[in-house]
């Protein structure tokens, strides 16, 4: 059982920015692909960007150019760097693990999730 901890949300104003970790309790990520999803108010929970040991990132089209995904070296904490932020960046935000390697979008590919992160743009 892996036990994710999101960490990092709050209020922000449009054009600001926010970092949000996520770290497993009591040992790394490294043998996992690690996935941020959100899911704001009356809808479905989606991708936003996930990262392998490698290195390799993935991102939604709609978070490209303004968030980035990366981790420490030992992948003990995964970070999304959220800039630009919009107020339709505004949902709760999972952090997410799977035992498989590769980056999926999809929520049933993922094994584990954290109980979640509120991040609120106001405009």
């Known amino acids: 059982q892996v036990q994710l901890v999101e960490a990092g949300g709050g209020l922000v104003q449009a054009g600001g920015s926010l970092r949000l970790s996520c770290a497993a309790s009591g040992r790394t990520l490294s043998s996992y692909t690690i996935g941020w999803f959100r899911q704001a108010p009356g809808k479905e929970r989606k991708f936003v960007a996930g990262i392998v040991i490698s290195g390799y990132a993935d991102y939604a089209d709609s978070v490209k150019g303004r968030f980035t995904i990366s981790k420490d070296n030992a992948m003990s904490t995964v970070y999304l760097q959220m800039n630009s932020l919009k107020p339709e960046d505004t949902a709760v935000y999972y952090c997410?693990?799977?035992?498989?390697?590769?980056?999926?979008?999809?929520?049933?590919?993922?094994?584990?999730w954290g109980q979640g992160t509120q991040v609120t743009v106001s405009s």
């Open positions: 997410a693990a799977r035992r498989d390697y590769g980056v999926s979008h999809l929520t049933a590919s993922y094994d584990y």
